[in-house]
């Protein structure tokens, strides 16, 4: 039997169809627009029967046995009884605020974001905390300050394609469909990447920017753009303010200025602001590449600045606004105290510039731990992440997870971060657990991600642990509902769409026609009802209300004071396919044929140090050393190297993020640079 449902083995949400027999998972295959054959594959969907029955699944609760010596078994009653008396006890010792709710990305941001945020804010305390200061979201705040929404790319209708910072090939597959059905109907393709991707490969225009420095190329590309009379002259006048402003800031990055620091050429970057500015319409797909470095924030409003000045916005074949599908806010942050600070507060513009997405800068989390600042951590509860192995200065982290008093962990599998809990709670996988979706929600049309089979073993969808614990802790008036359908039906009723209209349209339910160019009619989502190329809320906040008015400030590389003794730039290497970030190594098929924890090298740099193809080489920067094994290759250019990311549950030795630091952070948006630092090899 055939069902439609909602992958979410990354952040992709592709919708499925699954094929199921005698309630047992057989296989998925990813829709698409194109005929089967000429679909892209994934891995990981090609291994969900191997995923969800993987003999490295948990399948009942864990408990840390008295001596500490390991894990016993329990039931989930004793499991969730002795969170609950944590959470009790924590909050009569320290207060509420003392426990901390700590989200990745493998259950989702919609309504299994929203549950955790419902709990923790009935409960007294603001400190449900995401990872969005390094992925995503910083970028979704940005875009927000400048045109009150996230723009989301039609690539497939573009005439000119930007991918700044993104490989949807190992990423979002649907995505790089769209991408290369255009460049084959005759789109202009432009690949902005440090390192030679396939994407890169394909480009009609491939510029190989030295990483962290995007926001210099496309404050030129302003200026460019503004100085040659290039901009939608009627757009701006009619629909942005702040343009002098902009104006003004801009002409201090001139081509000639810029090129040099950032690896290209003044004739590179004139030639790529008049083929965005003139070549319509234009799409700009940014990406990861951008997070991870303290300048995400106004490098991606510089980045959505050249959308509004070129009028590549809410167009066919431009960057989209959303149509987001009306659905009730369900986490209740008006239970929280007047003066509930999260620990999270010193970011207080990135923590309320969406209703519904909270507080993202997830290192305020180790601070509270080791250095109790602002206050105390005493509990977390890690949800669907891996801590250990994601967040930088790897280090620094284990310290802070090693000193809590209670660490509850809920995942399909044991990892570094489960090592280390008093209870482990078993979390169904995707296919066995109904749920709506962030992309969904934010807009149209509505997909439902349905469970085709049972939860396998004893372990539970996220919502059922977060209802019973939240009744556990007196919560049962909050936590109503006994089943995902029931609370779905809630959440959605202001849309007029339930569980049951959903899976009759199981192809995708649009609540709302597809517009265009919705501005016409309706204002910007921004305090002015305009495009904000000044934004007065940043500049009252005591920021920059143009992006690096100030100037682009020191170098965005993690330890680039300290190149002589750290020669060679490192990058985190790319988000291979078959894996989600530090998830799946446990399979055997997606282990198979694969690179595996490897250091990319140029060929020159080889040479000079001696090393060879298959070598076994140290990685060292201030912050640690690490192992992975040479491969040689010109991905990269001369004096840079690329390592493979997400490999610390695997093998500890080639945890990259033993390499990283979150020393110094955004001003805004409290990102700290981990994608790229200055280290230093040698053969082991």
């Given at each position: 039997?055939?069902?439609?449902t909602?992958?979410?083995?990354?952040?992709?949400?592709?919708?499925?169809?699954?094929?199921?027999?005698?309630?047992?998972l057989?296989?998925?295959?990813?829709?698409?627009?194109?005929?089967?054959?000429?679909?892209?594959?994934?891995?990981?969907?090609?291994?969900a029967?191997?995923i969800?029955?993987?003999?490295?699944?948990?399948?009942?609760?864990?408990?840390?046995?008295?001596?500490?010596?390991?894990?016993?078994?329990?039931?989930?009653d004793?499991?969730?009884?002795?969170?609950?008396?944590?959470?009790?006890?924590?909050?009569?010792?320290?207060?509420a605020?003392?426990?901390?709710?700590?989200?990745?990305?493998?259950?989702?941001?919609?309504?299994?974001?929203?549950?955790?945020?419902?709990?923790?804010?009935?409960?007294?305390?603001?400190?449900?905390?995401?990872?969005?200061?390094?992925?995503?979201?910083?970028?979704?705040?940005?875009?927000?300050?400048v045109?009150?929404?996230?723009?989301?790319?039609?690539?497939?209708?573009?005439?000119?394609?930007?991918?700044?910072?993104?490989?949807?090939?190992?990423?979002a597959?649907?995505?790089?469909e769209?991408i290369?059905?255009?460049?084959?109907?005759?789109?202009?393709?432009?690949?902005?990447?440090?390192?030679?991707?396939?994407l890169?490969?394909?480009?009609?225009?491939?510029?190989?920017?030295?990483?962290?420095?995007?926001?210099?190329?496309?404050?030129?590309?302003?200026?460019?753009?503004?100085?040659n009379?290039?901009?939608?002259?009627?757009?701006?006048?009619?629909?942005?303010?702040?343009?002098?402003?902009?104006?003004?800031?801009?002409?201090?990055y001139?081509?000639?200025?810029?090129?040099?620091?950032?690896?290209?050429?003044?004739?590179?970057?004139?030639?790529?602001?008049?083929?965005?500015?003139?070549?319509?319409?234009?799409?700009?797909?940014?990406?990861?590449?951008?997070?991870?470095?303290?300048?995400?924030?106004?490098?991606?409003?510089?980045?959505?600045?050249?959308?509004?000045?070129?009028?590549?916005?809410?167009?066919?074949?431009?960057?989209?606004?959303?149509?987001?599908?009306?659905?009730?806010?369900?986490?209740?942050?008006?239970?929280?105290?007047?003066?509930?600070?999260?620990?999270?507060?010193?970011?207080?513009?990135?923590?309320?510039?969406?209703?519904?997405?909270?507080?993202?800068?997830?290192?305020?989390?180790?601070?509270?731990?080791?250095?109790?600042?602002?206050?105390?951590?005493?509990?977390?509860?890690?949800?669907?992440?891996?801590?250990?192995?994601?967040?930088?200065?790897?280090?620094?982290?284990?310290?802070?997870?090693?000193?809590?008093?209670?660490?509850?962990?809920?995942?399909?599998f044991?990892?570094?971060?489960?090592?280390?809990?008093?209870?482990?709670?078993?979390?169904?996988?995707?296919?066995?657990?109904?749920?709506?979706?962030?992309?969904?929600?934010r807009?149209?049309?509505?997909?439902?991600?349905?469970?085709?089979?049972?939860?396998?073993?004893?372990?539970?969808?996220?919502?059922?642990i977060?209802?019973?614990?939240?009744?556990?802790?007196?919560?049962?008036?909050?936590?109503?509902?006994?089943?995902?359908?029931?609370?779905?039906?809630?959440?959605?009723?202001?849309?007029?769409?339930?569980?049951?209209?959903?899976?009759?349209?199981?192809?995708?339910?649009?609540?709302?026609?597809?517009?265009?160019?919705?501005?016409?009619?309706?204002?910007?989502?921004?305090?002015?009802?305009?495009?904000?190329?000044?934004?007065?809320?940043?500049?009252?906040?005591?920021?920059?209300?143009?992006?690096?008015?100030?100037?682009?400030?020191?170098?965005?590389?993690?330890?680039?004071?300290?190149?002589?003794?750290y020669?060679?730039?490192?990058?985190?290497?790319?988000?291979?396919?078959?894996?989600?970030?530090?998830?799946?190594?446990?399979?055997p098929?997606?282990?198979?044929?694969?690179?595996?924890?490897?250091?990319?090298?140029?060929?020159?740099?080889?040479?000079?140090?001696?090393?060879?193809?298959?070598?076994?080489?140290?990685?060292?920067?201030?912050?640690?050393?690490?192992?992975?094994?040479?491969?040689?290759?010109?991905?990269?250019?001369?004096?840079?190297?690329?390592?493979?990311?997400?490999?610390?549950?695997?093998?500890?030795?080639?945890?990259?993020?033993?390499?990283?630091?979150?020393?110094?952070?955004?001003?805004?948006?409290?990102?700290?640079?981990?994608?790229?630092?200055?280290?230093?090899?040698?053969?082991?």
């Open positions: 039997m055939m069902t439609d909602v992958c979410r083995f990354c952040s992709s949400c592709c919708p499925v169809e699954a094929e199921v027999e005698n309630n047992r057989v296989g998925a295959r990813r829709k698409s627009f194109l005929d089967p054959d000429k679909r892209l594959s994934c891995a990981k969907l090609a291994a029967a191997e969800v029955y993987s003999p490295q699944r948990l399948l009942k609760p864990l408990i840390k046995k008295e001596d500490g010596a390991g894990f016993r078994e329990a039931e989930w004793e499991a969730l009884g002795l969170v609950a008396e944590k959470f009790q006890q924590h909050k009569k010792e320290n207060g605020q003392s426990i901390g709710w700590l989200r990745g990305m493998a259950a989702d941001w919609g309504a299994p974001w929203d549950y955790p945020n419902r709990l923790m804010n009935s409960f007294g305390s603001p400190n449900t905390i995401g990872n969005g200061s390094i992925c995503f979201v910083a970028r979704d705040f940005a875009h927000s300050y045109y009150g929404s996230m723009a989301f790319p039609e690539a497939k209708g573009a005439k000119c394609i930007i991918i700044w910072g993104k490989n949807d090939g190992n990423t597959l649907g995505a790089a769209g290369h059905w255009a460049k084959e109907h005759g789109a202009h393709l432009v690949v902005i990447d440090p390192v030679e991707t396939a890169a490969r394909k480009a009609d225009t491939w510029l190989q920017i030295k990483p962290g420095h995007d926001g210099l190329l496309a404050m030129a590309m302003i200026n460019e753009i503004i100085g009379g290039l901009y939608d002259a009627e757009f701006v006048e009619t629909y942005c303010q702040g343009f002098d402003e902009l104006k003004q800031v801009a002409a201090k001139p081509a000639e200025e810029v090129a040099e620091q950032i690896w290209l050429t003044p004739q590179q970057i004139r030639d790529l602001a008049h083929l965005y500015a003139t070549t319509k319409p234009a799409a700009i797909v940014d990406g990861n590449g951008l997070d991870m470095h303290r300048e995400v924030f106004d490098t991606t409003r510089a980045i959505a600045m050249l959308r509004a000045l070129t009028g590549n916005l809410d167009k066919p074949g431009s960057d989209v606004l959303p149509q987001p599908v009306p659905a009730r806010n369900i986490q209740l942050a008006d239970r929280l105290p007047a003066d509930a600070q999260p620990i999270t507060s010193e970011f207080a513009l990135f923590n309320t510039f969406s209703e519904t997405w909270g507080n993202q800068v997830q290192g305020c989390v180790v601070d509270a731990i080791l250095n109790e600042k602002p206050y105390p951590l005493k509990m977390v509860v890690v949800q669907s992440g891996n801590p250990l192995v994601t967040m930088a200065d790897s280090s620094r982290t284990r310290e802070a997870f090693s000193k809590l008093e209670t660490l509850v962990v809920i995942d399909m044991m990892t570094e971060t489960a090592k280390l809990a008093d209870v482990i709670l078993p979390a169904s996988s995707c296919f066995e657990k109904t749920q709506l979706n962030r992309s969904s929600i807009n149209n049309p509505l997909f439902l991600q349905d469970a085709v089979i049972e939860p396998i073993g004893d372990s539970w969808p996220d919502w059922k977060v209802f019973e614990l939240g009744r556990r802790l007196g919560l049962a008036e909050e936590f109503p509902w006994q089943s995902a359908e029931e609370a779905i039906d809630y959440q959605l009723e202001p849309a007029g769409v339930s569980v049951a209209d959903l899976r009759k349209n199981g192809k995708g339910l649009r609540i709302e026609e597809l517009r265009y160019e919705k501005y016409r009619d309706q204002p910007f989502k921004t305090p002015s009802g305009k495009i904000e190329l000044f934004s007065e809320r940043l500049h009252a906040a005591g920021f920059p209300g143009v992006p690096f008015a100030d100037g682009f400030g020191p170098s965005p590389i993690s330890f680039a004071s300290q190149s002589v003794e020669p060679l730039l490192g990058v985190s290497g790319s988000r291979d396919i078959r894996f989600t970030n530090s998830q799946y190594r446990t399979i098929s997606l282990l198979n044929g694969g690179a595996g924890a490897v250091v990319d090298i140029h060929p020159e740099d080889a040479m000079a140090q001696g090393f060879s193809e298959g070598d076994r080489i140290g990685i060292e920067t201030p912050k640690g050393f690490i192992e992975m094994t040479a491969r040689l290759s010109k991905t990269v250019r001369p004096g840079m190297v690329r390592l493979a990311w997400g490999w610390g549950d695997y093998d500890q030795k080639a945890n990259l993020n033993s390499l990283t630091e979150d020393d110094i952070r955004g001003a805004v948006s409290g990102t700290s640079t981990s994608r790229s630092f200055m280290c230093r090899l040698r053969r082991m």
